[in-house]
């Protein structure tokens, strides 16, 4: 009868720890790239919305402070952060050594630009020889570094003012290029029937991707589950987000921006751009493909040799992760009707 008591107590605890599992909540960090605005609209709405409390997660969103000191892909490969929405550098980044894993993209198209006066005609290499160019020159220049090369330039051919400055440089004629987000500073050119011109890389054959959401490799391997679960929350998130702008504007407006102060007609300007730059509906949020992160890959390395087995870590699976959490509950429940077996055969022969 004693035996008896220790397996159902067994069999108890055993199911006391996959219900706790169940039910209660994991408390996650997602990394922002940038301060809060609508680039970030589809976090925002899966928290304000309920879609991670439905998920059993509890999510803090943290923002960038701005600097170029906070290394997003750092804290992210080394667990400091769980989650990260950031762009295409990410697959560099995972070349480089970085324990990184791209869960879906949101924008199909980058919205980084060359921003110029329209005035200046800046339009040919020739144009650009020793022009004034402002973004922050980093080790290694990336999307900006691809761009330049693909023109046929180096920074060498041009005046690198290496700092980050907004619209009115251009105006005041303090540099001829920013570096800049067409769903932002743009907008303070529009509203000022500026006319502008804009140097995007789909214009010279660079498709590079826009902010996707990223994961950390250790995390999807211990806990696929709530990578998945937080994934599609998110995902969830940003249909909402586009499908209802006005709603989520009021939302950044009264919890989410503090930092920027951005006016309601900016956070429009900017959803809209974004939405176009997203492709939806006619792409569905989160859809990304081998070949094209691939491309990216090759576009960020034009003189690294790069395999599309190299960057197959890189590329998350959803298929094959939900496979393995059904293989696993599947095999806790052989393991308590195992027990609950086991236990009945030997509650027969003690009473025979």
Known sequence: ?????LRIALIFFVWMGISQSAISNDSVKIRLN?????????????????????????VELLEHDGGNKLDVYQELSTGKVQFAATGPAAVDYFLDGSQIVALGVVFQQTPRAWISLASKKLNTKEDLMGKRFAFVKRKKLRET?????????STDDIQVLDISYGVEALIN?????????ISNEVFSLVRRNIMHSEKRPIDYGLDFYGDGLFSNMDLLRKNPDLVERFRKAS???????????????DVILSKYNDSLQKSREALLYEARQLIRLSSYPSIEIGDMSDERWFRNAMMLNP?????KKQIEPFLYKPDANTLNRWLVVFALMLLIGGLLVSSFKLTRREKH
């Not at 009868?1 to 008591?5: A, D, T």
């Not at 570094?145 to 330039?153: H, P």
């Not at 003189?303 to 395999?307: A, G, L, N, T, V």
């Open 1 to 5: 009868m004693k035996q008896q008591y």
């Open 34 to 58: 940038w301060k809060h605005q609508f680039q970030f609209a589809g976090y925002y709405m899966a928290k304000e919305k309920g879609f991670y409390r439905e998920a059993a997660i509890d």
């Open 145 to 153: 570094g691809a761009l330049l090369q693909k023109i046929g330039l």
């Open 173 to 181: 004629d303090e540099v001829d290029f920013i570096d800049a987000y």
């Open 235 to 249: 995902f969830k998130g940003w249909k909402y987000a586009f499908e209802n702008i006005e709603e989520t504007v």
């Open 303 to 307: 003189e690294r040799h790069i395999s």
